[in-house]
């Protein structure tokens, strides 16, 4: 069994460890805890895992997140896989930093990333796994803070949040959307 795992983040040092970059952050961890490497891809940079009898082709978009779309498509196209079996990891300011929700489906939230995604999908009917970054902001800087590192306090427990959600990506893969769901959906 095949998986495409969609981390979402935008590329360049001035991104890098920021709140829009956990899923890039995500996919980085499962990269070096099972000897992926990333390669330069088609809108993306590519690495492939494999764990338990299952691969996964761990992608991060080179097109910058308004566009990751590109990079959804083109992937999911050239390894014919079915949607079902995609999972894309995003940034979430409506859930508390450190909680993760995955779902089936659902809106795309206000997130460009995941919009550009259901435009080119047609559909929102896709597995994700929001990784709550919080919300604390002042009115009118949702944008300056989801582009900020992420507060000392915060970054003392990140690490651990990381490893959380990359066993989601592994659960997903592993023993399925229902029961990853049932497990790492805790309130």
């Known amino acids: 069994m095949k998986y495409l795992i969609v981390g979402l983040g935008n590329i360049g040092p001035e991104y890098a460890e920021t709140r829009h970059n956990i899923g890039f952050m995500v996919l ?3 990269a070096k805890k099972y000897d992926g490497q990333f390669d330069t891809g088609r809108h993306a940079f590519v690495a492939e895992i494999k764990m338990k009898g299952r691969t996964f ?6 097109t910058y997140m308004n566009l990751s779309g590109k990079a959804v498509g083109h992937h999911l196209n050239s390894l014919k896989l079915p949607v079902e079996n995609m999972l894309v990891i995003t940034d979430d300011i409506a859930i508390p930093f450190g909680k993760i929700r995955i779902r089936a ?4 939230g206000g997130h460009n990333g995941l919009k550009h995604i259901e435009q080119t999908l047609g559909h929102n ?3 994700r796994l929001r990784f709550g970054v919080g919300d604390a902001y002042s009115k009118g800087k949702q944008v300056d803070y989801v582009l900020s590192r992420f507060s000392e306090d915060e970054q003392a427990e990140l690490q651990t949040l990381i490893e959380k959600a990359a066993e989601a990506v592994i659960s997903f893969g592993t023993v399925g959307l229902e029961r990853t769901m049932n497990f790492h959906n805790i309130k």
Not at 105 to 108: E, F, I, R, V, Y
């Open 28 to 30: 980085d961890y499962l």
């Open 57 to 62: 082709v761990l992608v991060k978009p080179t």
């Open 105 to 108: 489906k659902g809106s795309a």
């Open 125 to 127: 009917n896709y597995p």
